[in-house]
């Protein structure tokens, strides 16, 4: 006897019918508990028109859509959680589900902003060296132009900004605080470059943001910063986590995964895979970003973390941070030869003259089993958090003192 023949509409409507049948069965017994033998019962049909359609259990359960995330609600509510904390954390509308580090989120959020007559992006002098470095990879790819903001006194000089301001420019990248520690002025470059028509990204440090204005409040209209510092270990380079947010107007060119909430269909609370179509199957030639992934392990751990901070532990840690940075660079200045090369406000870093060359001194710490500051072009850049000890800071001067 000869298979059947069906028709294409008669295969679908055989498909959706058996798809249905398992549903409910799963729904209702679990997986373990629905056979392909109940499934075909329960559908009225043979196993051999299963197999007709599925070659295995396993494929007849993630044929709902052919990448069904859905099926994970726990790891999807997990990052939506996350998502909800950085929004908080940075005053901005919408996150994503976080990219690969700081770095490549200030490199995608550049790329969010491009326009056709706007291909251009002005970065601070005074950010990071590796962010700087990596936007330029990045805008090298995609033809964009990059031009530097010269910095003045260890800030990034708005008289400068507002000169090299045009209609060329998509946006302005700034760091807060800054390489060298510095509080930046973030409200007035905001409202340079949004005066000639641009946006503004701030690369932003996650602690700093319990004590500092958020780019919310500044009326910055991307986020980014590296998130390594919200309870993931140095575990020497990674992997950390780039976190990403943006207003409301800026959603649907976020990259990489966004998770919402929902209700099913019998009203209860789920967690869907949102606006993740743009990079990996339609239109791709107008995709801003290829990125399809996430740093989801990282992002869990950020969210443990800033849920069990809270925002008064979070407050508490950026204060600390603090107060260690100004009790390390009082002793450390008082060191003979060793002065502030910027003095005024700073959050957990700070640059200081030395009186011998700074990879002298970070050796001869290093020796001692101290990792030293990091030597740069205007002297040593230092930094001090909430885990290092008053002992630790105070066998720092002395150590110091012996190596000079």
């Not at 407050?315 to 060793?338: L, N, Q």
Request: proline letters at 4%.
């Amino acid at each position: 006897m000869s298979p059947r023949i069906f028709s294409t509409t008669q295969r679908e409507e055989l498909r959706i019918k058996m798809l249905d049948a398992g549903f409910e069965l799963i729904k209702q017994h679990g997986m373990t508990h629905a056979s392909v033998e109940k499934i075909t019962q329960a559908a009225g049909l043979g196993k051999s028109t299963f197999y007709n359609f599925f070659s295995s259990k396993e494929e007849f359960v993630t044929a709902y859509t052919p990448y069904q995330a859905e099926i994970s609600q726990g790891v999807l509510q997990s990052i939506f959680e996350y998502q909800t904390m950085i929004c908080e954390l940075t005053g901005m509308d919408v996150s994503n589900a976080s990219v690969y580090d700081g770095a490549s989120a200030a490199a995608e959020a550049v790329a969010m902003c491009r326009e056709k007559k706007r291909n251009a992006v002005l970065v601070s002098a005074a950010a990071h060296p590796m962010v700087l470095q990596t936007i330029g990879t990045y805008c090298f790819g995609s033809g964009m132009e990059v031009r530097t903001v010269p910095m003045k006194n260890g800030f990034t000089d708005i008289e400068a900004l507002e000169g090299l301001l045009d209609d060329t420019v998509a946006c302005v990248y700034l760091q807060q605080p800054n390489y060298f520690g510095r509080i930046e002025s973030a409200e007035a470059a905001v409202r340079a470059a949004h005066a000639a028509g641009a946006k503004c990204i701030m690369g932003v440090n996650p602690i700093a943001m319990a004590v500092l204005r958020t780019p919310g409040e500044c009326g910055a209209d991307i986020a980014v910063g590296e998130g390594q510092s919200l309870g993931l270990p140095l575990s020497f380079g990674g992997p950390y986590l780039g976190f990403m947010a943006c207003t409301k107007a800026l959603t649907r060119k976020l990259p990489g995964r966004i998770v919402g909430q929902t209700a099913d269909h019998d009203g209860r609370r789920a967690y869907v895979l949102t606006l993740q179509a743009r990079e990996q199957h339609i239109r791709r030639e107008k995709a801003s970003s290829n990125v399809c992934s996430n740093q989801a392990l990282c992002a869990m751990t950020a969210s443990v973390y800033l849920a069990a901070m809270g925002p008064d532990g979070l407050r508490r840690a950026a204060e600390s941070c603090m107060a260690h940075a100004r009790y390390a660079a009082e002793r450390i200045c008082s060191v003979p030869g060793f002065d502030m090369v910027y003095p005024g406000p700073y959050f957990h870093e700070f640059v200081t003259t030395c009186p011998v060359k700074p990879e002298k001194l970070t050796a001869g710490l290093e020796a001692r089993g101290i990792l030293g500051g990091l030597p740069i072009e205007q002297g040593i850049l230092w930094c001090a958090t909430e885990m290092n000890t008053k002992d630790e800071i105070d066998a720092l001067e002395a150590a110091i003192r012996e190596v000079c």
